[in-house]
T-cell receptor
Framework: GAVVSQHPSWVICKSGTSVKIECRSL??????MFWYRQFPKQSLMLMAT?????????EQGVEKDKFLINHASLTLSTLTVTSAHPEDSSFYIC??????????????FGDGTRLSIL | DAKTTQPTSMDCAEGRAANLPCNHS???????VYWYRQIHSQGPQYIIH???NNETNEMASLIITEDRKSSTLILPHATLRDTAVYYC???????????????FGSGTQLTVLP
């Protein structure tokens, strides 16, 4: 149980295009999903917190107009990298937690999306 | 959330137990200890978590010291597939029940040797 699916797993596109990444909780509902970014040889860094039915909360230094997050249902959150440039090339990972009254529930992660901007 | 300290890297012989330490000396009473691992080019995989009691599941055991200032993740019989970066993360329990993000440190690169 507690499977998080992320799509696509790998994408290459030209500079200036927009890329949408989907994160789905397959067998549970998640009111909150998280988006992380990981550069080579570095650890995961939180980009934003996605809440179903409301605006996402972005970490300091993350441009909300560049990284658009939509969380329209309890099982789907999307991250759109708008007007992508080579410096946006990274490994993007989402996570989700079960909706539960026990806040110690672990988060479960997708397998990530490797984005390469040419 | 409290900060954690882990060794940068460790080696373990295949078939032997891998013991990964984590120091979290500033942990507070409402913070849980979580362990995740990340195999190269994949998303982090949840392993185990605990508050103050030792925990065991099909993947590993978690030993938390009585003062809760450190913990050890034990993989009882390491295999080559256990080679990964292991993250020890401390996270506060939110009384409202809402989910909270995880703050990842540098982790420990465990290499299981044949």
């Amino acid at each position: 149980g507690a499977v998080v699916s992320q799509h696509p797993s790998w994408v290459i596109c030209k500079s200036g295009t927009s890329v949408k990444i989907e994160c789905r909780s397959l067998d549970f509902q998640a009111t909150t999903m998280f988006w992380y970014r990981q550069f080579p040889k570095q650890s995961l860094m939180l980009m934003a917190t996605s809440n179903e039915g409301s605006k996402a909360t972005y970490e300091q230094g993350v441009e909300k107009d560049k990284f658009l997050i939509n969380h329209a249902s309890l099982t789907l959150s999307t991250l759109t990298v708008t007007s992508a440039h080579p410096e946006d090339s990274s490994f993007y990972i989402c996570s989700a937690s079960l909706v539960a009254s026990y806040s110690n529930q672990p988060q479960h992660f997708g397998d990530g999306t490797r984005l390469s901007i040419l | 959330d409290a900060k954690t300290t882990q060794p940068t890297s460790m080696d373990c012989a295949e078939g032997r137990a891998a013991n990964l330490p984590c120091n979290h000396s500033t942990i507070s009473g409402n913070e849980y200890v979580y362990w995740y691992r990340q195999i190269h080019s994949q998303g982090p995989q949840y392993i185990i978590h605990g508050l103050k009691n030792n925990e065991t599941n099909e993947m590993a055991s978690l030993i938390i010291t009585e003062d809760r200032k450190s913990s050890t993740l034990i993989l009882p019989h390491a295999t080559l597939r256990d080679t990964a970066v292991y993250y020890c993360i401390v996270r506060v329990v939110d009384p409202s029940g809402s989910a909270r993000q995880l703050t990842f440190g540098s982790g420990t690169q465990l290499t299981v040797l044949p």
